[in-house]
Nanobody, 115 residues
Framework: QVQLVESGGDLVQPGGSLRLSCVASRTFISIYDMGWYRQAPGKQRELVTSITSGGSTNYADSVKGRFTISRDSAKNTVYLQMNNLKPEDTAVYYC?????????WGQGTQVTVSS
């Protein structure tokens, strides 16, 4: 069974930066379209950015220009560089493949943006 372990979340002030990591085991992320999702309290989980197996990236309008997704296939890891963070970015962040049937979700990593 594929396991996803997210890390890197923290409490940060508005305008700050964080880098999230997602390590996958028992699979090879390079062959999948991978994405970062987030779920804020009381809201549904949403896809904020994705990277295809070919390396093309997509971003939700709310994070475009501030977030960057990348992948290190040798480390089987997906990253999310988040800059100029805003309070509305506060959420639990998850990674998963971008398909109709994702893998089992990891525990996520909490990002809190507050002064």
């Amino acid at each position: 069974q594929v396991q996803l372990v997210e890390s890197g979340g923290d409490l940060v002030q508005p305008g700050g930066s964080l880098r999230l990591s997602c390590v996958a085991s028992r699979t090879f992320i390079s062959i999948y379209d991978m994405g970062w999702y987030r779920q804020a309290p009381g809201k549904q989980r949403e896809l904020v950015t994705s990277i295809t197996s070919g390396g093309s990236t997509n971003y939700a309008d709310s994070v475009k220009g501030r977030f960057t997704i990348s992948r290190d296939s040798a480390k089987n890891t997906v990253y999310l560089q988040m800059n100029n963070l805003k309070p509305e970015d506060t959420a639990v962040y998850y990674c998963n493949r971008v398909v109709r049937t994702p893998w089992s979700w990891g525990q996520g990593t909490q990002v809190t943006v507050s002064s």
